[in-house]
């Protein structure tokens, strides 16, 4: 074999952009005082303390798998595809009830894409945000053309019913976009990375453990450092933060939606931005939150297509991810 055979490279469009999104909310809706029928817990602390009014509980037909599927069907009609453009699925989650085969190749199956590119990405809440990168960069690289990118969890799987600190805030479901190549830029470059000095803050210990977290110092660090990336997403597109329409952040408790959109609102964005608080009626369902919130604003009329999004993702690891993209 000569040492001069060149490798021939793949190059894909310059620039990307979501064409499709939807969402999945299981059922079963659980309100605070449904909770506080089986916990030391009440209505007056869970909106003060999280803003949460109700969340939905999956029920046993309602897997990762599932859900994430029926995300997907509905972000694939909404970018006008079939399943079968689909070449790549990507599935962010942390909550599979098994290690194999991962969520990516179930969802496939469930929606009959043949012989897509699959992989599932595990950065915790911050994982819808991750996977849109990871999408984007295989299309510009020319490794795919139409990624179903979903966040899918079923925490209710990993919660202790009887931890009151856990399970009032947790809730299950999906969300989905498609990505695509675009002539113009869509999908701003990533900013991410993780917080080494606090890696075990938030953890599942082993198949037989639930989600534990130190609340207090997660709650600090996010209310600290995630408007920073959030600003610095912004900058790395090129873009003012007075031209931002929404802010999406992950749904983790709405004091820190609130205190991210404050130090964003300061930073030069618009006092009148729609910040997306879907937790209230939603409950933090991890890698779904940010998708799954979206969905609904649009479909409330709260958005609309065409509106540029500020998302930006943060949880276990502590992993951290935000980007700027076009609403389809
Ligand atoms: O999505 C991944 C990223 N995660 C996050 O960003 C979560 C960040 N952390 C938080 O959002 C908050 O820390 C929590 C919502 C998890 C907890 O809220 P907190 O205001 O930090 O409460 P705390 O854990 O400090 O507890 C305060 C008090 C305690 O009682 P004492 O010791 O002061 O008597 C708790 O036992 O509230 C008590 N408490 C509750 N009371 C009623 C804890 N959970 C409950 C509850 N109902 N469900």
């Known amino acids: 074999m000569s040492a001069d055979t060149v490798i ?3 190059t894909g469009p310059q620039f990307t952009r979501i064409t499709g999104l939807g969402s999945y909310r299981p059922e079963r809706v659980v309100t605070n ?7 030391d817990t009440n209505d007056e602390w869970i909106r003060s303390r999280v803003g949460i009014a109700e969340r939905h509980f999956a029920g046993d037909h309602e897997s990762v798998a599932m859900m994430g599927a029926e995300a997907g069907r509905l972000a694939i009609a909404d970018a006008g595809l079939q399943p ?3 070449d790549t699925v990507l599935v962010a989650t942390c909550t599979l009830p098994s290690q194999m085969p991962h ?3 179930q969802v496939a199956a ?5 012989a897509p590119g699959s992989f599932d990405i595990n950065a915790a809440c911050a994982g819808f945000c991750y996977g849109l990168a990871v999408a984007s960069s295989l299309i510009r690289a020319g490794d795919a053309q139409h990624v179903l990118l979903v966040g899918a969890e079923k925490l209710t799987d990993w919660i202790d019913p009887t931890d009151r600190a856990n399970a009032i805030i947790f809730g299950d479901g999906a969300g989905a976009v498609v990505v695509s190549g675009s002539e113009t830029p869509e ?3 990533v900013s991410w990375g993780c917080s080494i000095d606090n890696t075990e ?4 210990k082993d198949r037989n453990s639930f989600v534990y977290q130190e609340g207090q110092t997660v709650f600090r660090w996010a209310t600290s450092a995630i408007a920073p990336v959030a600003i610095d997403a912004a900058a790395k597109a090129g873009v003012s933060l007075a031209d931002i329409d929404v802010l999406a952040p992950h749904q983790a408790n709405l004091r820190i939606v609130d205190s991210i959109a404050k130090k964003v609102i300061a930073a030069g964005a618009h006092p009148d931005l729609v910040v997306i608080r879907d937790i209230v009626t939603t409950g933090n369902t991890s890698s779904g939150s940010i998708p799954i919130g979206l969905d609904r604003a649009r479909a409330a009329g709260e958005v609309k297509s ?7 993702g943060y949880g276990a690891g502590l992993t951290y991810g935000s980007q700027v993209f076009r609403l389809p």
Not at 33 to 39: F, M, P, R, S
Not at 110 to 114: A, C, E, K, P
Not at 201 to 204: E, G, M, P, R, Y
């Open 8 to 10: 021939g490279q793949l």
């Open 84 to 86: 079968s453009d689909i």
């Open 110 to 114: 469930r929606l009959g894409i043949v």
């Open 103 to 105: 969520a990516s190749t």
């Open 187 to 189: 999908i701003g470059p």
């Open 33 to 39: 005082a449904d909770l506080e029928q089986i916990l």
């Open 306 to 312: 065409g509106d540029l999004v500020l998302a930006v």
């Open 201 to 204: 803050t938030i953890h599942i």
